[in-house]
Each structure stands twice: as C-alpha cells, then as structure tokens.
C-alpha cells in the first residue's frame, strides 16, 4: 500500500487479495465466555463405540474446526450476558471473533505506537502549562497563586474533551476524531506560543484542552476495537507513555526557559515580553511536537475505519474489508466474508436493525452511564463496595496528582523562606524527577505478580509511599533535600498510577466495564477541574497548604485501597 494513501479511502476486498481461506480451515481461537459452551455442544456430538463421551472429546473449539454452528454458538455466549441483541450487535460479535483469530500483528503494533502518543500528549500539556505559570505570573503581573487558574483553563478544555469527542466518535466515525484531537491540540498549542495577555493565553490553554481531553477515550476505544482478545493488556501498558509526555516536556522546559527568561529577581509585571521568550519558545515546540505526531497518524500510517462503526452506518462491505486489510497487513488469513455475516446476524435487505441511527448510536453511547448500566456495579455487596472504592480512588487521586504536579516549578522556585531557588535549578530538577519517575510504570509490571502483594498490595504500598515523600518535600527548603524526595515521589507514584489502570478494568464485570471504568475516569477530570480552586484558596493562607492536601488525599486513597475485597492477580476478568 503506497505510504501517503488517501486517509479517508473507502476499501473493498478486491484491494486485499489473497488473505480470504475457508473457514473450516482457518486458525480459531474461542473467547473464554463461549469455550465452554461449544466444548458441550462438540462433546456430544462425539461420542466412542459404546455411546459414552471419551475424555479427549471435551474440547475447545479450536479441537474441532471452526463451522458456522459452532461460530453462532459463541456469539449467542457472548451475547447471553448482554441485554443488546441485535442484528448489529450479533454481526460485531462475529467482526471480533475474526479480528482474533487474525491476531497480534504489524497493524496492531504501529497503531499501539499511534495511540501512545494521545497519552504522551495528555501529560505533555498538563506538565507543560504547569512549566510556564512562573513565567507567566511575571510577564503579565499576575500573583504567583492567582496564576494557578491557568491549569483551570486547561482542566475546562479536558473535561469538555473528553465528554464531546468520547460521543462524537460513534457518531462522525473513530477515523475522523482520532486525529482531529491532536490537530487541535497542536494548533492551538502553536497559537497559545503568541499569546498577548494572561486571558488570552488560558483561552488558548482551554481550547487545546478540547483537542487533548479527547484522546485518552478516543483512542482507547479505537485502539480497542482492532485488538484480539488475548492481547487486551496492552490497552493498560499504553500509560506507559504518560511519564514519557511529562519526561519530554520537563527536558524542552529545561533548555529554553532559563535561557530565555527574565533576571530571577524580576518583580511580577516588570518583565516584557521581548525578554521573556523562553516559556513561548518552550509551548511553540510543544504545539510543533504535537503537531508532528498528528502528521504521522495522518499522513504515515494509513487508519482504517472501526468496522463496528462502518456496521452501525449500514456500510457491511467496508466493514468486511477492512477486517481484510488488517490480516493483509499483518500477512496472516481470515475467514470473515460478508455471507458469514449475514448468516449469523441477518441479511440487511431484509433485517431492520442492521444499520443504526444517529439517535440510536448516541443514546447508546450516553446508555453506558444509565441507571440500568450502573445497577449491576451493585449487584453484591463485595462488587458494590468495590466500585464505590475504586471511583473514591479515581476521584481522590484526580484532585491530589496536579495539587501537586501542576504546581510543582512553583512549589520548587518559591520555598517559603529565602531567596527564590535560581530558574537553571528549578527545571533542571524538574527534568531529573521526570527521568526518574519514568521507570515506575515498567516496575509495576512486575511487582503486580507478586505473591502476596499483587495488585492490591503494589497499589497501596505505592500510594503509601507517595503521602510519605509529599509530606517530606516541605520539611526543608534545600533544593537538593527537595529534589530527592520529588524523584522518589514520581517513582511510586508512577507505579501507583500503573497499577490502577490495570486494576479498574479487571475488578469490573465485562457488560459493565466500560460503564465503571468511564465514570472513574469522569470522576477524575471533574477532580482535577477543581484542584487550582483549592490550591488557589488554600494557597492564600499557606504556600504549603496544597501540598498538605494533596498528601493527605493519598492517604485517603490508601486507606481504601486496604479495603478493597477482590484482588485480581491470576484471575481471568468476569
């Protein structure tokens, strides 16, 4: 396929000659939730001389080859915990079962790359607005606990993001809003470089918030729906890219900012902008950066459009193609053909549910957050006090990471007593605690398999941890005592984070996960939104205040982390 491609192409399976095999003869890799099911159904169909089943006739599918029986028995498995039983939802069943007997390939790892970068961008910009608010409280005469609305700003752009293009991409397709977010992003990251005055420059901060809130939800979802099965835990190993973003922009801040700013003993206000361009330079190669890795999605890596949406738009022969053109582009085979489909799910000439409105897609997409979705959460009182830990944790977390984080330059620029720290040791600091923080993530791969401490144990000794070391950053107002305790802090607390993304998906029910997993996420942006509220009045009457705050919603979030009832470690999700 030529490497600038039209990124809009519509696809038919002629373009992908070669991978369609018969599906009796095609590899098959049942799901868990119908293994069983089909094992019965083979069982009896089998039986030895004397009309009693033999002990090597249960089986899993893949014992017996795979029929389009034995392929409508899974999807009706699969279903049976559903209350969405349509000709729409059997026929993605069926996309899905194709898509995993592709497997993991070449496809799926450069779009693994691509989805990082939508978390890498996350962190780019929180860390990075946090990086300038020094500069911008001098520049434009804004007190130095008033600027910390700049994050506000940002938060506001997030939170609309992520509500906006999480429903919009079900409805305008995966395509078009995975890379509309970082084009967005990068363009007003760019603009936000000139900004003229302190409003002007937080307008621009909340208008690339709306391009950056969406990627985590739209790129995980996209990312999602062209994974197999079994490969599912590398929608958790994409956080790794988080302290990367924040790795990126502390390293950008640290060669332009102190070389390109006011005198460190300016008074806020008595700094022009023509001797203050280092926090424009920094923004300007953050918007660039950004910009760039939306080129690469648009213009160097050919997306195909999810077949579940090209199903919900009527449009099963595309669909069907690209299910072709993954297994082309992974040099593997597939069975899927549109007689298959329509075999199992109806014929679409005939059927009347397979193609969805506008209006169905939405109340679907807005359905995860029902009551009727949220119920079942509650269903025992282990699961039903699991989700009111797990969303307690979301939302504490939310608020305590950037009462610290976002204003961390300033917490290490302003101690409390003395002379300000010199600008060359702030972000030189700044840039060591992110390198270090970096392994946290690939450590709590590791540690979450440990006997007696697993998922559970790892996420509490880490959050523990992090209290510990936020409470210990104000102990003294030495840059180098300061500087131990921020890395070790952004170690455990990267661990922390590591471990919750993969706990929360795997503590809840399948049919309900994604209703779980997206108000823990809801309830941590709304936190965050209201963390430059309290550190702004806090600040007012300690410096300190919201660094004591933060710490002690780590410890909250610890506590309940003990109470939590089910551990996950070598246990398949429900």
Not at 27 to 46: K, L
Not at 104 to 130: I, K, P, S, T
Not at 335 to 354: K, S
């Amino acid at each position: 396929m030529p490497l600038l491609v039209n990124p809009f192409k519509k696809h038919d399976v002629s373009e992908f000659p070669g991978v369609l095999v018969p599906l009796q003869q095609a590899p098959h890799r049942a799901s868990i939730a119908s293994q069983r099911r089909t094992s019965i159904i083979s069982a009896h169909s089998r039986k030895d001389d004397k009309g009693e089943k033999t002990e090597s006739d249960a089986g899993s599918a893949s014992d017996i080859g795979l029929t389009i029986d034995t392929l409508r028995v899974e999807v009706e498995a699969d279903l049976a915990a559903s209350e969405l039983q349509s000709s729409y939802d059997r026929k993605s069943k069926v996309i899905n079962k194709a898509i995993q007997d592709i497997g993991m390939g070449r496809y799926q790892w450069q779009l693994f790359v691509l989805c990082g970068f939508g978390w890498l961008a996350d962190n780019l910009w929180l860390q990075g607005v946090a990086l300038t608010l020094p500069q911008l409280s001098v520049e434009f005469g804004v007190s130095q606990n008033n600027v910390r609305y700049t994050t506000l700003a940002l938060f506001v752009g997030l939170c609309i993001g992520a509500s906006f293009w999480g429903t919009a991409s079900d409805v305008i397709g995966r395509r078009l809003a995975f890379n509309m977010t970082l084009f967005l992003a990068g363009v007003f990251g760019l603009a936000a470089g000139g900004g003229p005055n302190w409003i002007g420059t937080c307008a621009l901060f909340s208008c690339l918030g709306l391009g950056v809130g969406g990627n985590l939800p739209v790129d995980g979802a996209l990312f999602l729906e062209f994974l197999p099965f079994q490969s599912g835990n590398l929608l958790t190993l994409l956080s790794v890219f988080w302290p990367v973003g924040q790795l990126i922009a502390s390293l950008i801040a640290w060669g332009f900012i102190p070389n390109y700013s006011c005198p460190d003993d300016v008074e806020p206000g008595q700094c022009p902008s023509s001797e203050n361009w280092g926090w424009r330079y920094f923004v300007l190669t953050l918007g660039a950066l950004t910009f760039l890795m939306f080129a690469c999605r648009f213009f160097l890596f050919h997306l195909f459009e999810s077949p579940k949406f090209l199903l919900s738009r009527g449009r099963q022969s595309e669909a069907v193609a690209v299910v072709h053109g993954i297994a082309w582009h992974n040099r593997s085979k597939t069975w899927l053909t549109e007689q298959i489909l329509n075999e199992i799910g109806g014929d679409p000439e005939v059927i009347t549910d397979a193609k969805l409105s506008t209006v169905e897609i939405v109340r679907r997409s807005l359905g995860k957050f029902s009551t009727q979705r949220v119920g079942p959460l509650f269903n025992n009182r282990k699961l039903g006090l699991t989700t009111v830990l797990i969303w307690f944790q979301w939302t504490t977390i939310g608020m305590a990471y950037p009462l610290f984080n976002a204003f961390l330059p300033q917490y290490l620029a302003n101690s409390g007593s003395g002379a300000p720290t010199a600008t060359n040791i702030v972000y030189r600091n700044y840039a060591i605690t992110s390198i270090v923080g970096v392994p946290g993530s690939i450590f709590a791969c590791y540690t979450v398999d440990i006997k007696h401490v697993g998922r559970k144990g790892t996420m509490a000794i880490a959050t523990l941890i992090t209290a510990i070391f936020i409470f210990c950053f104000t102990i003294s107002t030495d840059p180098n005592f300061q500087l131990a305790f921020t890395c070790l802090e952004a170690l455990f607390q990267n661990i922390m984070y590591g471990v919750l993304y993969a706990y929360t998906p795997e503590v809840f029910p399948a049919p309900n996960r994604g209703t779980g997993t997206g108000i823990a996420s809801f309830l941590n942006r709304v936190a965050g939104l209201c963390a430059p509220i309290v550190a702004v009045n806090a600040g007012n009457a300690n410096p300190k205040a919201p660094i004591y705050a933060s710490g002690g919603l780590f410890l909250a979030a610890f506590v309940s982390m003990l109470l939590l009832p089910i551990e996950t470690m070598g246990k398949q999700s429900l």
